[in-house]
């Protein structure tokens, strides 16, 4: 009977298996960007596409069914993780656009800031930032819709998740 004890009840196990297969859907749920930027298996990252294309409602609940029982094979705190900072739920991803977008305003309020920011960063495309500085900067004077200024963001965006992501696993690394 000491057995019984240490395993989990079947109501806490439907739970877990519940909060898999709702984790499986809010993968479903991300933009094709957004989704490509995590590490997943192949079988999981067919099966979400599979969902995708799913449009019978029997269907998709089955589907997704399916997904939840993927799940329990994949490393779920990874892809929790993962998702969080994909879709910036995370501290760190929320703290990272707030960089992002400061740095995008000192570039644009500022000439001194892009050297300030090739000192910090000096693997920067130089280039691509002063052409996107001067083309931002053009369409807020010709109150043109900000397409330079979000693709200034997304990149520097990008630029300084890609720091990060390196340093964390230089950090991980150097602990082991």
Do not use: C, N
């Not at 990272?96 to 000192?106: F, G, K, V």
């Not at 309020?109 to 002063?130: G, K, N, S």
């Not at 043109?144 to 990008?158: A, D, G, N, V």
């Amino acid at each position: 009977m000491a057995d019984s004890d240490d395993r989990p009840s079947k109501t806490e196990r439907k739970r877990q298996m519940h909060a898999l297969q709702t984790l499986g859907e809010r993968l479903v749920e991300l933009s094709h960007d957004q989704f490509a930027r995590l590490d997943l298996s192949d079988e999981l990252r067919e099966a979400v596409d599979f969902a995708h294309r799913v449009t019978s409602h029997e269907a998709r609940r089955r589907h997704m069914q399916y997904l939840g029982k993927l799940m329990r094979r994949a490393d779920v705190d990874a892809i929790r993780a993962a998702l969080e900072r994909v879709t910036g739920e995370s501290r760190a991803a929320v703290s990272l656009m707030h960089r992002a977008e400061a740095w995008r305003d000192r570039l644009l309020d500022d000439d001194a800031a892009l050297t300030a920011f090739i000192a910090e960063y000096p693997d920067a495309e130089v280039q691509w930032l002063r052409s996107a500085i001067r083309a931002s900067r053009r369409e807020r004077q010709l109150q043109q819709p900000p397409k330079h200024t979000r693709e200034l963001y997304r990149r520097l965006f990008s630029h300084l998740e890609s720091r990060h992501l390196e340093s964390a696993l230089r950090d991980r690394t150097a602990g082991q």
